[in-house]
């Protein structure tokens, strides 16, 4: 079945600066690859996703790139945000047809 | 109300109890999902319902069972509990595999805590 890893586990960048997260899988169907952030006390919401026909996927100042031959993806958050403290879950399914598998999440702390 | 609502939102009780968490989407979504969350462990997939039939069991203890009345509410019954089960239960819908989208929206969970 699917496995996927995500690093780092927590991560301090100082407000403006960018944060990157990044995350591996292991079976190659994978096809469809979400990033949702959870607010404490909150459930986890979807802020953006990417499916294998595309390398790179942008929304404001969040991206997500896609290497399918190395297996891999990764969220860049440019000018951070206080806000954008959170617990953020990368996950990887085949579209339709199986449940997600998500990675173990990443605490990200935004420093004013 | 919009979205996947939960109920309650915090939960204590013994290890000789019985209650019941109530999930509702509003969202007209056909798969609905349980999961547990435990500090510092992934997202842990309980069960899947899709069209009301139970499609995934990962091998979840008996003393946790579910229900799925119809495509908009999903239970689960809880007995017999033990202390290691506390966590946050999370209730979530998508579209489901008929649409070939897995968007899932995700509920504010249930803080369970057994005493």
């Known amino acids: 079945g699917e496995n996927v890893e995500q690093h780092p586990s927590t991560l301090s960048v100082q407000e403006g600066d960018s944060a990157v997260i990044k995350c591996t899988y292991s079976?190659?169907?994978?096809?469809?690859f979400p990033w949702y952030k959870q607010e404490l006390g909150k459930g986890p919401q979807l802020i953006i996703d990417?499916?294998?026909?595309?390398g790179e996927k942008k929304d404001q100042r969040i991206a997500v790139t896609l290497n399918k031959t190395a297996k891999h993806f990764s969220l860049h958050i440019t000018e951070t945000q206080p806000e954008d403290s959170a617990v953020y879950f990368c996950?990887?399914?085949?579209?339709?047809?199986?449940?997600?598998?998500f990675g173990k999440g990443t605490r990200l702390s935004v420093i004013a | 109300e919009t979205g996947v609502t939960q109920t309650p939102r915090h939960l204590v009780m013994g290890m000789t109890n019985k209650k019941s968490l109530k999930c509702e989407q509003h969202?007209?979504?056909?798969?609905m999902y349980w999961y547990k969350q435990s500090a510092k462990k992934p997202l842990e997939l309980m069960f899947v319902?899709?069209?009301?039939?139970?499609?995934e069991n990962n091998s979840v203890p008996s003393r946790f069972s579910p229900e799925c009345p119809n495509s908009s509410h999903l239970f689960l019954h809880l007995h017999t509990l033990q202390p290691e089960d506390s966590a946050l239960y999370l209730c979530?819908?998508?579209?489901?595999?008929?649409?070939?989208?897995?968007?899932?929206?995700f509920g504010p969970g249930t803080r369970l805590t057994v005493l």
């Open positions: 990417i499916r294998s026909n595309v």
């Open positions: 079976d190659s169907a994978s096809n469809y």
């Open positions: 319902y899709n069209f009301k039939e139970q499609t």
């Open positions: 979530a819908s998508s579209q489901g595999p008929v649409a070939g989208k897995n968007e899932q929206f």
């Open positions: 996950a990887a399914s085949f579209s339709g047809n199986t449940p997600l598998v």
């Open positions: 969202l007209g979504h056909n798969a």
